[in-house]
């Protein structure tokens, strides 16, 4: 048997971009001393020559000639008759070095030298992936769909290494087919059974993060600093940014001119509305901002029990709570602050329009209401109970909250 078989295995690893030079050249070197100290007990006096770029390997047995009668390590010494053998002017004191061919070694220990050496690069491929996405985690990475599955996604990178996309770590917008290109974060990095598992996120705000460092120079210069992202994937995103520099104008760096920046985010996040904020240390001017788009006319702040009462015309309520109380919930998570959102009411104000309760009784029961001439609270609170039962198909339970919340209204 020749080397043939032995080069291929280290051959086929010598390109991998996840294994540095001399770490491959250190691991087939401790192969090789492994496989001389088996046969010969040692492998003090042995050289190993390894060619990473043809894929080649020597072995060579350095030994001392010493006087055929004072021969007694045959692994250091050669006596002066076998020297000869290699070449008649070897004298006695001189070293002699002959190459160790592979097959020598036998058809077994060869066998378990390539199933060895191909096992330490394995590892080695391993430990240099995991090593290399638990220094990316938080970061942007691209890579290609590969296949598709019920609960997840199987994307490769441009090094052919495995990494999954989750469902749960999806836009629910998402919509990939095999082959298209794939931006996420880097989310999670696990060895499970020794195995490098590598988890992607598109739903993290690290990933809103990271967007808006490649598309605003400012962010990724420094120049102005993200505070807080909070997000629903998809749906809606409060982004809060600063500026140490008084000369920029944070908010309108980040969303460029006429949009222009943030447009390419808003793209990437299938159609997230995005509301970039100035942040401030004055919780109320921040609060006030956070719950943008609504006019706030005044706030009630607890420090103790971060909480904040937020008083508003009656025609701006909705515009704060904002579509499936989306607005006020990410203020909240903004801020840190659980906010409670009122109607001011003025003291010429007579009556509220029923549409302006629509964050609080829903708009078929509305419908039901002004069906039976109903199109304010008053006129609502102006007719029995029973009456109201009788003339319209709502059910009791669904009158009785009615006129509760209608009744609350007034009372405040």
Known sequence: ??????????????????????????????????????????????DIIINIDKGDFEIWHYRTVVADEEFSDPNKEIPLSEAKKIDQDYEVGEEVSDEVKLIDFGRRAILNLRQNLASRILELEKDGIYTKYKDKIGEIVTGEVYQI?????LVLDDEGNELILPKTEQIPSDYFRKGDSIRAVVYKVE???????????????????????????????????????????????????????????????????????????????????????????????????????????????????????????????????????LNIKLASQLTGYEIDVYREMQADDEDVNLDEFADEIEDWVIDQLKAIGCDTAKNVLNISRADLIKRTDLEEETIDEVLKILKSEFES
């Open 191 to 325: 060895l499970r059974n020794n195995t490098p598992f590598i988890v992607l996120s598109r739903t993290q705000p690290a990933f809103l993060e990271r967007l808006f460092e490649l598309e605003v120079p400012e962010i990724f210069d420094g120049l102005i600093t993200i505070k807080k992202i909070v997000r629903v994937p998809g749906q809606r995103a409060k982004v809060a940014v600063e500026s140490y520099d008084e000369r920029i104008d944070p908010v309108g760096a980040c969303v460029g001119m006429k949009g222009s920046r943030i447009h390419g985010i808003v793209r990437e996040l299938r159609n997230e509305n995005i509301d970039v904020i100035n942040f401030t240390n004055n919780i109320t001017l921040y609060i006030q901002r956070a719950l943008n788009p609504a006019k706030i006319t005044s706030i009630k702040i607890n420090e103790a029990s971060k909480t904040a009462e937020v008083y508003l015309k009656p025609e701006e309520v909705s515009l704060a709570i904002g579509k499936g109380g």
């Open 149 to 153: 599955w019920k609960k997840e996604i």
């Open 1 to 46: 048997m020749d080397n043939v078989n032995l080069i291929d295995t280290f051959a086929e690893f010598k390109d991998l971009k996840n294994i540095d030079r001399a770490t491959m050249m250190s691991v087939l070197e401790d192969v090789f001393r492994n496989l001389l100290q088996k046969k010969y007990e040692s492998d003090e006096n042995f």
